[in-house]
């Protein structure tokens, strides 16, 4: 949730008397029975023409925050999705948004040409290993994994 969803949500509480934050207009102390209607009824006094589903707005908020630059792991995270596909299913980009990436790939592409280094010789990927002294009686340490020694 973000600080102004939660700063809208406290002053809603503070400004009723009543333990819900979303009472009922027409039972007063009961809360709202439907999310849906309230929605319909907010469409219908905007005089929205075309229809408009509640999950819309579910499409739009994966769409806007994937585009935003949100990783599809995170994304998947607030939207309470276990899997990054049904993520994927509320996703919708922009032609816009397209484009925008695929000049991104063009200049890491152009930068990565321009940028050719040679490979490292096979000295310089070589683990260094360092000599030990030994006490009379006693083995050489070896690290965990590779068996060379810090």
């Given amino acids: 949730m973000t600080e102004t969803v939660s700063e809208i949500l406290r002053r809603r509480v503070n400004g009723t008397s009543s333990k819900y934050v979303?009472?009922?207009p027409r039972?007063?102390?009961?809360p709202i029975g439907s999310v849906r209607k309230s929605h319909d009824n907010a469409v219908n006094r905007a005089q929205i023409a075309d229809y408009f589903r509640l999950y819309d707005l579910r499409h739009t908020y994966g769409t806007r925050t994937a585009e935003a630059g949100v990783d599809l792991a995170t994304l998947a995270a607030l939207m309470g999705h276990t899997k990054i596909q049904m993520t994927m299913h509320?996703?919708?980009?922009?032609?816009?948004?397209?484009?925008?990436?695929?000049?991104?790939?063009?200049?890491?592409?152009?930068?990565?040409?321009?940028?050719?280094?040679?490979?490292?010789?096979?000295?310089?990927?070589?683990?260094?290993?360092v000599p030990q002294k030994l006490r009379a009686g006693s083995r050489p340490v070896r690290s965990k994994g590779r068996g060379v020694a810090k």
């Fill in 22 to 24: 979303f009472e009922s």
């Fill in 27 to 30: 039972r007063p102390g009961r």
């Fill in 90 to 129: 509320y996703l919708h980009p922009a032609d816009q948004h397209k484009r925008s990436a695929a000049k991104k790939l063009e200049a890491l592409r152009a930068a990565q040409a321009s940028q050719v280094q040679a490979p490292p010789t096979p000295k310089e990927s070589l683990p260094k290993i």
